[in-house]
């Protein structure tokens, strides 16, 4: 939907709304919506979409990554050069470490349930 009123205070400030719904045979639909200053149109629509999706994936990753044991902060702190930088890669490397070790490796993978059953 192109021009769309924000709300009822601001019924002069329009956006563009867009409400995707995927669903893959066998599986439970997946939707998501989003807001842009794009017209949206037949020709466009799809490349909004794969867009806006992908932007949502990157934030998924840094959500990720504050909230799932890795205690990703905003910022680490003020140090005097390049500390806040390098905290994050080095939580970055972490991450990909576990990553690759949920690939490669079973036992990793069965750890979760090994230390909740002691």
């Known amino acids: 939907m192109n021009q769309q009123p924000l709300n009822q205070a601001n019924p002069d400030l329009k956006i563009n709304f867009l409400w995707c719904e995927i669903q893959a045979p066998g599986e439970q639909p ?22 806006g999706r992908s932007r949502w994936q990157i934030e998924d990753t840094f959500n990720s990554l504050k909230n799932r044991g890795y205690q990703l902060e905003h910022n680490y702190g003020h140090g005097k050069e390049h500390l806040a930088t390098v905290f994050l890669f080095l939580t970055m490397l972490a991450a990909l470490v576990d990553q690759m070790e949920l690939i490669a490796c079973s036992l990793f993978k069965r750890a979760p349930q090994m230390i909740g059953s002691l």
């Open 30 to 51: 997946a939707i998501f919506s989003g807001v842009t200053d794009w017209e949206i149109n037949d020709s466009n629509v799809q490349n909004i979409a794969r867009s």
